[in-house]
């Protein structure tokens, strides 16, 4: 399992552009380094493998790789990034996938789409969130890209913005904060999933988290060969096989674990 990492060299919050982030609130660069080693140690001893980008000086929230795009197999559809802020990180992201062998799909410039932060895959079956930063006309697209069957879910809450923070998923576990979506689109994706893991005779748990759990961000985990690493001290019995990573440097931006990384 490899992991794509972006250093956090140029880290910081100089803009703010959803409700965690608070320009009179900066990280701490040290602290900041520490807590994304203790990320890379986790996921060494957890069994999985890291790659790296470089990051940009003048992105500071490249290191977050989950927005980089959206991946199944040898094939990405890179992010369109709503805010102009982030808009340059995407050719830097094309770069790195080019180089390493993948395909790169393009939607087109007016659709707005976040990568793997607002798509997850449960196997073949993909969650993809709209409502803040990526188009629902995206979702149809981004199916057909990469061949696969999906589900919408609208987002309704602003603190979380991305479904990667409201929803996690790996492959025994699926876990959500139900009051960031409309009920009817998570009923929707709920059933969906409930009849694909019928039809394929698998065995999950599914569950939703607290509110407090939410806002220590316990969906914004990593799942690494049946650990999962998480930002979250209050997991309880979320989950059974946990390693505590304290994010709080990058919450001030508005991402943890799983922000920070990008399953290859």
């Avoid at 602290?31 to 790296?52: C, L, M, T, V, Y």
């Avoid at 890209?145 to 699926?174: A, K, N």
């Avoid at 806002?215 to 650990?227: D, E, P, Q, R, Y």
Wanted: contains cysteine; proline residues 4%; negative net charge.
């Amino acid at each position: 399992m490899k992991i794509l990492l972006c250093a956090p060299d140029f880290f910081d919050v100089r803009y703010e552009i959803n409700p965690w982030m608070d320009v009179e609130n900066t990280p701490q660069t040290l602290k900041a380094f520490s807590q994304w080693r203790n990320i890379i140690d986790a996921i060494g001893k957890a069994g999985g493998i890291i790659e790296h980008i470089r990051p940009h000086p003048d992105f500071p929230d490249m290191v977050f790789t989950a927005n980089a795009g959206l991946i199944k197999g040898k094939k990405v559809v890179l992010s369109n990034f709503k805010y102009e802020e982030r808009q340059g990180e995407q050719p830097l992201f094309e770069e790195w996938f080019l180089k390493k062998g993948y395909q790169t799909i393009l939607l087109p410039d007016e659709i707005h789409f976040e990568g793997a932060g607002d798509g997850l895959f449960f196997r073949d079956l993909l969650f993809l969130g709209h409502g803040f930063r990526t188009n629902k006309e995206s979702h149809k697209m981004v199916a057909e890209c990469l061949g696969v069957d999906y589900v919408s879910l609208e987002l309704v809450d602003s603190r979380f913005y991305h479904l990667d923070t409201c929803m996690f998923i790996s492959d025994e576990q699926v876990c959500f904060y139900a009051d960031a979506f409309t009920p009817e689109s998570l009923s929707a994706a709920l059933g969906k999933l409930t009849d694909y893991v019928c039809k394929e005779n698998l065995s999950i748990k599914i569950s939703a988290v607290s509110e407090s759990q939410a806002t220590n961000f316990i969906c914004n985990s990593l799942a690494v060969k049946g650990t999962v690493i998480t930002p979250a001290n209050n997991h309880g019995s979320v989950f059974s096989r946990a390693h505590v990573c304290d994010m709080s440097e990058f919450m001030k931006s508005g991402g943890a674990v799983k922000c920070l990384t990008l399953t290859l």
